[in-house]
């Protein structure tokens, strides 16, 4: 669920199976996250266990699925410039994404021959719908150990970007998630009924998937710190980190199964992922790629741990392929909780000045300006207004359908902005000429 690089010094423990004047990382929280949960809600990780083993056991893939297309809506909120990344920047990342889930990655060949039998295309797509730029000046940060991760990306009112719906939306929230452990985190479907009662689960308003500026690209490197500031290890970007998410995001589960003795680098073997087609694994790769890593021998037939699959945590240059059963798995989430992700268009974006909702005026405009909705019965609206470079310059409460909305513009400086109006799966979008 969370991919973060804990050095395990931090906690007084070395690495498992590997001698490094460095400690390796850890990539994703997720397996800490579920065990606090669980002491806060007994019963939490035995119940997800059961709905995980359940989802595997649904029929095999055939050979060619319809395919699924999932749009995607990015948040790129920043504070510096460097975080405010380019449109071209995201799609290639996009790009990224419709490569491993359609299993057109150029290192696909690359998975070794143990595991060509149970490797497969998951069917899956994504659509850009928008890239939505917010400045701010708050800040965004993991504390791992009360648990609280960096929602706040997710409100307009508390410095970020409020979400698209949910329902029919996918969610990407690109930040600078300060101390240099969190790569990303995401939430897994929020009404699965592993979900125990009284449990804090997220509300759908912040389901989606968070990702560090530095790691959402498909080339380069990232360095990061462990928590508290201890160690400093370099791992290679190939844009995996987010392929890693928004499988969390699907229904998956890491590889190893999050057991708690993996959290600490040691070969946890009772702890298992609920898919049955990813060999029995221990703990993760720990940003490696060694061929001969086998940390739960099972005798005759075992395999060795599948350091290619994407939901481990080897090194971004060696994952490649999702298990026949994790397609199963992500299928079945996207047909049944997820199900409102389907069959929404992207071409949603409508001129103002060609739609009977909507009423902006005065056009050019000084002082104030003026909001006016025909719609009477639907949800409220969002309203935002940017200049030319996509940087937020308000973002006024809610507005609300058969009321006029009056926006204070006194003091901007004079030329063109744009004024969007989110409302449901909606974008309308107006040019504003200030005086």
């Not at 530095?214 to 080339?219: H, I």
């Not at 075992?302 to 060696?318: G, R, V």
Request: charged residues 25%.
């Amino acid at each position: 669920m969370i991919r973060v690089l804990i050095m395990l010094l931090v906690f007084g423990f070395t690495v498992y199976g590997h001698a490094q004047n460095i400690p390796a990382p850890k990539g994703c929280g997720y397996d800490h996250y579920v065990h606090q949960l669980n002491q806060q809600h007994p019963g939490f990780k035995a119940n997800a266990d059961q709905v995980f083993s359940s989802a595997a056991k649904r029929p095999a893939l055939e050979k060619d699925l319809e395919i699924y297309t999932i749009p995607v809506v990015v948040h790129m909120v920043w504070k510096n410039e460097e975080e405010n990344l380019s449109t071209d920047l995201v799609k290639d990342v996009i790009d990224v994404l419709n490569e491993d889930y359609r299993r057109k990655n150029l290192d696909a060949d690359s998975v070794r021959d143990d595991f060509l039998d149970v490797v497969g295309d998951p069917f899956i797509e994504f659509e850009l719908a928008e890239v939505v730029r917010v400045e701010t000046t708050a800040e965004y940060e993991l504390d791992l150990l009360a648990g609280s991760l960096p929602d706040n990306v997710k409100k307009t009112a508390e410095g970020g970007s409020d979400a698209w719906d949910t329902e029919k939306y996918l969610n990407i929230w690109v930040c600078n998630i300060k101390g240099g452990s969190l790569l990303g985190y995401a939430y897994p479907p929020a009404d699965l009924s592993h979900w125990p009662e009284g449990a804090n689960a997220p509300t759908p308003e912040v389901d989606g998937v968070v990702i560090h500026y530095e790691v959402f690209r498909r080339s380069g490197t990232h360095t990061a710190t462990g928590l508290l500031g201890s160690g400093e290890t370099t791992v290679p970007v190939r844009g995996r980190t987010i392929t890693h998410e928004v499988g969390h995001y699907l229904g998956l589960r890491h590889i190893w199964g999050d057991g708690l003795l993996s959290i600490l680098g040691i070969a946890d073997c009772d702890a298992d992922d609920g898919v049955s087609d990813t060999p029995q694994q221990g703990v993760s790769s720990q940003f490696q790629c060694d061929p001969a890593q086998n940390t739960c021998e099972d005798g005759e037939g075992d395999k060795l741990d599948m350091f290619e699959n994407f939901m481990d945590y080897a090194t971004e240059t060696c994952l490649n392929s999702f298990t026949v059963e994790q397609i199963a798995i992500m299928r079945s989430v996207l047909e049944n909780e997820r199900s409102g992700l389907l069959g929404q268009t992207v071409s949603n974006t409508i001129a103002i000045e060609e739609s009977a909702d909507f009423r902006v005026y005065p056009n050019p405009a000084s002082g104030q300006l003026f909001i006016e909705s025909s719609l009477e019965t639907n949800s409220d609206y969002q309203v935002r207004l940017v200049d030319m470079q996509g940087r937020l310059v308000t973002a006024p409460a809610m507005g609300r359908p058969a009321n006029r909305q009056e926006i204070d513009i006194a003091g901007l400086p004079s030329g063109l902005y744009g004024l969007m109006i989110l409302q449901g799966g909606d974008q309308y979008f107006q040019k504003i000429i200030v005086r």
